[in-house]
């Protein structure tokens, strides 16, 4: 016979679990059983299991947390919060002011529930802070695909212009809309595109660059492309009217 599984009740595993605010660990060791069953039986139950920081917290509180937890342990939440957020720290800043790495209050702020800068407001504020330096990414000077900071995408130059109002994540701007803008001295209005005149994606010789609003554009594109496939037509009919001829 296979070994028997004991039985744990749903009323006592979230009384164990939340009421009493025990680990997984600890509820396994109270029932005799493995911590894998444990978290078995959550799932199953559909008891929710605490999030990454609720787990952190829980740890701390029971004396139990590691290295990062320990060195920032004493420092509140909305001390690092306001460090962070308001005063736009780095990491590197915050740790130099508490003497950790700036991995530690990495790590610490994903534990404690504090949202972290996703990639484009990293190099955001770098780049305000004029500390931006491509050597700190993978994706720049030490990626095995760096390029000088020039990229295609679907047919189209991108830039690498972090700090650019148009950048995207990666901190990369059309290089068509660089263009534009540099040729008219001024930004490009919301809510406005640029057409490349010939219809290749990469020619961004200014004379080529047309810019208008999304809903013209969206509009003049169809019909172009209906005079296209007419002066196609044309083409073929007066090619084989020559082969005819010959």
């Given at each position: 016979m296979?070994?028997?599984?004991?039985?744990?009740?749903?009323?006592?595993?979230?009384?164990?679990?939340?009421?009493?605010?025990?680990?997984?660990?600890?509820?396994?060791?109270?029932?005799?059983?493995?911590?894998?069953?444990?978290?078995?039986?959550?799932?199953?139950?559909?008891?929710?299991?605490?999030?990454?920081?609720?787990?952190?917290?829980?740890?701390?509180?029971?004396?139990?947390?590691?290295?990062?937890?320990?060195?920032?342990?004493?420092?509140?939440?909305?001390?690092?919060?306001?460090?962070?957020?308001?005063?736009?720290?780095?990491?590197?800043?915050?740790?130099?002011?508490?003497?950790?790495?700036?991995?530690?209050?990495a790590?610490?702020?994903?534990?404690?529930?504090?949202?972290?800068?996703?990639?484009?407001q990293?190099?955001?504020?770098?780049?305000?802070?004029?500390?931006?330096?491509?050597?700190?990414?993978?994706?720049?000077?030490?990626?095995?695909n760096?390029?000088?900071?020039?990229?295609?995408?679907?047919?189209?130059?991108?830039?690498?212009?972090?700090?650019h109002?148009?950048?995207?994540?990666?901190?990369?701007?059309?290089?068509?809309?660089?263009?534009?803008?540099?040729?008219?001295?001024?930004?490009?209005?919301?809510?406005?595109?640029?057409?490349?005149?010939?219809?290749?994606?990469?020619?961004?010789?200014?004379?080529?660059?047309?810019?208008?609003?999304?809903?013209?554009?969206?509009?003049?594109?169809?019909?172009?492309?209906?005079?296209?496939?007419?002066?196609?037509?044309?083409?073929?009919?007066?090619?084989?009217k020559?082969?005819e001829?010959?």
């Amino acid at each position: 016979m296979g070994k028997q599984v004991p039985f744990i009740s749903e009323v006592d595993l979230r009384q164990l679990y939340w009421a009493e605010q025990m680990t997984m660990a600890e509820v396994a060791h109270r029932l005799g059983v493995d911590r894998r069953l444990i978290g078995k039986r959550l799932k199953k139950f559909n008891i929710p299991v605490r999030t990454g920081s609720e787990a952190s917290r829980l740890a701390i509180s029971k004396g139990r947390h590691r290295g990062y937890e320990y060195k920032l342990k004493d420092v509140p939440e909305s001390e690092l919060r306001r460090l962070y957020w308001d005063e736009e720290l780095s990491c590197a800043d915050i740790a130099e002011k508490f003497g950790v790495e700036s991995h530690t209050v990495a790590n610490y702020l994903t534990h404690i529930g504090i949202p972290k800068r996703n990639r484009s407001q990293q190099m955001n504020l770098l780049y305000q802070n004029g500390k931006f330096d491509n050597k700190c990414y993978a994706s720049g000077e030490r990626s095995h695909n760096w390029n000088g900071g020039r990229q295609r995408s679907n047919g189209y130059i991108r830039i690498l212009k972090p700090g650019h109002y148009r950048a995207n994540q990666k901190g990369y701007v059309l290089e068509h809309v660089l263009i534009w803008e540099r040729a008219h001295k001024k930004r490009l209005p919301d809510g406005w595109v640029i057409h490349h005149l010939n219809g290749i994606k990469d020619d961004n010789r200014k004379e080529n660059l047309l810019a208008m609003e999304t809903s013209r554009h969206d509009r003049f594109i169809p019909r172009l492309k209906r005079r296209i496939k007419e002066l196609e037509a044309e083409v073929a009919t007066l090619k084989a009217k020559l082969e005819e001829g010959n």
